[in-house]
């Protein structure tokens, strides 16, 4: 199912996922107490974040056979949210988008491993959230969350996935397969992610709209 036309434009399903992705997003944020729930503007902005990074996940540069994929920078859309409004908020915008990834591409081997690979490893990319005052906390914090995401996705590997060991992958680094496979497309997006958002006008543009997500 596309959601983007060869020229990068969304199709009619890519509208329906954004608005989609938005809806999901404020239904789990209605669930918080009524003390820790975000305000509308808050609620926009990380709404926009979570499809945003849903619609980019399905722009790959390359992927990888048993899953996973260099995309558009879709991971960075998380970690800002966690970078405008701190960790639980990002978490919690991690999670959203978590649930959309296994609505539209479930991949079951056990609850577990579903946790680990749609659950705890997307709401991980929510721990940028640490570095939200920080000096360059948006570096700091992706790297920090891309890191996290990687891990879980390495437990999840370890449980379930070591029987899919390719048959010419070196026995040396077979106890380290897990986590080669899983950084390597998530370190290969996050490197480029790194040259992007230091580029003067992408900098620039990111801090406008962290002033805005903020006031």
Not at 130 to 154: C, D, E, T, V
Request: glycine share 10%; charged share 10%.
């Amino acid at each position: 199912m596309s959601v983007v036309t060869p020229e990068g434009a969304l199709t009619g399903t890519g509208y329906a996922l954004f608005v989609f992705a938005a809806v999901i997003f404020l239904l789990l944020a209605a669930l918080l107490p009524k003390n820790n729930r975000l305000s509308t503007k808050q609620l926009v902005f990380c709404g926009t974040a979570a499809a945003l990074a849903f619609l980019t996940s399905y722009i790959k540069l390359f992927g990888l056979p048993l899953g996973g994929s260099v995309t558009l920078f879709s991971m960075l859309f998380i970690c800002l949210t966690g970078y405008w409004y701190g960790i639980k908020t990002g978490i919690m915008t991690g999670l959203a988008y978590g649930i959309l990834q296994f609505i539209q591409e479930p991949f079951v081997l056990s609850p577990f491993q579903v946790c680990c690979d749609y659950i705890f490893a997307f709401a991980g990319l929510g721990f940028a959230g640490i570095f939200s005052h920080s000096r360059k906390g948006l570096q700091k914090g992706y790297l920090l969350g891309i890191l996290m995401r990687g891990a879980f996705h390495s437990i999840g590997g370890y449980l379930y996935w070591m029987d899919y060991i390719p048959d010419n992958f070196p026995i040396s680094l077979t106890a380290l397969y897990p986590i080669i496979y899983n950084y390597s497309y998530i370190l290969a997006e996050g490197i480029l992610t790194m040259i992007i958002i230091k580029l003067p006008p992408v900098a620039k543009g990111l801090e406008q709209i962290t002033k805005l997500a903020r006031e």
